[in-house]
């Protein structure tokens, strides 16, 4: 019904587009990402925005929460930025996860329990981690910045996606495979 064209260099994968606010939102490594408006016919679509510097995402799964958008870009780390526009409002100078060739993370929203216990969009939400290190995070991210509360070593190296299941979280190297229980905070 419609196609807006992005290349895919080297064969490297792209995270799973996601669909919100009427965008679908698609970012890769080397072309960066693309908003693509979709009309209320199925063959109405255009291209709303594309950054090709400032969101360069790797594997992990880009988020999204009330208007923002979470990604980690191969330059500049967990970078947030507007949904609708594209305009990047920060990046955490790879604090989450460190920078080198290839850095990676997984991250997922952590339950409802914020949105329940009315905390507002500037505190954040709060998002559980496995960055390429083997090392679980525990933050919040939000509009104004990305605020760390824990941070524990669980396995060694991984781009390995975990799973998470009741209180566990499991994780698997190259060599390993452990699971971690999960406690509250």
Known sequence: ???VPYKVTYGVSIGRPIFQEGLV??????????AIRLGDDPRDAELAWEDSRNLRGLMSQPLY????AYLLDKGLGLTCFEFKTGKKL????HQMTPRGRNPHASLVWLGDADRK??????RGRRAIILNAEGELILARLGPRGY?????SKIIG??????AYAGNRCYA???TEIVAVQLTAD
Request: charged share 35%; hydrophobic share 30%; no cysteine.
């Open 1 to 3: 019904l419609w196609k």
């Open 117 to 122: 216990n009315g905390a507002d969009n500037e």
């Open 65 to 68: 929460d009330r208007g923002h």
């Open 25 to 34: 939102f698609v970012a890769g490594y080397w072309e960066g990402a693309k």
């Open 172 to 174: 698997r190297s190259d």
């Open 157 to 162: 190296f991984t781009w390995a996606h975990p």
């Open 147 to 151: 605020d760390e509360s824990s941070r």
């Open 90 to 93: 920060w990046d955490d100078k």
